[in-house]
């Protein structure tokens, strides 16, 4: 988005959970629109109240749906075309999170993760997309994880859905990278939410793994947005592991975007 055009115009899933909430009070001052999903109708217009005592001028809707369904997608998308000018800014950061052994992990456990991280944001933002590609210039941001790059014990189906998030947004990012849509990754480390369960947190605790306030994921998130950079890790020694798993993944980048027009070419529409 240009500095002449700082409105957003913003689709935001797991708009009422921990992360979702600081997102949505943080964003609000640089938002004409928001769209607010999530499963919980009254959480979400508990949020959409809360957001207007502080930002009268804001168009705020709600969307209460399943995004692990394809009528809750359908919903969603239609919530969108519903805004005015339609939606410039997609955050894909609805989730859930198991921590358990993967030997004894309940196969529909690993479905739900699958479907609900990995599935459902791939399958809304190809929803989105033609919104997208109409606007001036437009954003997709999944919301991932430090376990999108670090594997982590405990965590292996929910490491898996954030790996893929990972791959999902750098893939479709080049594909997209001669088009007005820009595809980026966020990455918060623990966040102090309900998505951690109370052995979670006992765990971090023992392992003096520190857990970051909501507000502090928010804050680093609407300076990621306003800069250059396509990922983001919050948190060190979180970005110093992660950066050792990935070494330097814009040297992949500018490879890929020379050979772009070559593969376009050969790309079945
Ligand atoms: N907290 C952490 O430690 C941490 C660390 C790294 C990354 N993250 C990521 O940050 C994101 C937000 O997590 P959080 O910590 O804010 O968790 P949270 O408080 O549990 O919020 C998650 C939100 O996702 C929504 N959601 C889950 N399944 C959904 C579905 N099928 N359809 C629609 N909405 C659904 C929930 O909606 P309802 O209100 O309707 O249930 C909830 O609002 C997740 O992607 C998570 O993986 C979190």
Redesign the pocket.
Known sequence: MSSAEKSYRLAL????????QALALALAPSCSAMLL????AA?LAALRQKLLAQHAHLAIEIVA????SEA?REATLKGAQAVSGGINLLIN?????EFHAFGTQPAAQVEALMT??LL?PILLSQKFLPMLQAQSSAQIVN?????GDIGYPGFAAYCAT?FGLRGFTQALRRELSDSAVRVRYF??????????TSAVDAMNEALKTQ?DD?AVVAQAFVEFLAGPKNECVVGWPERFYVFMNRLRHQVTDQAIGKQLATIKRFLPN
Do not use: E, Q
């Open positions: 899933t797991g708009a009422a959970g921990g992360i979702g999903v999530g499963r919980d959480k749906a399943d995004l692990a809750g950061n609805a989730g859930l999170s609900t991280n459902s919301i991932g994880s430090a376990f954030k990455a918060p480390r623990a966040t102090k939410t309900s998505i951690n857990a909501p």
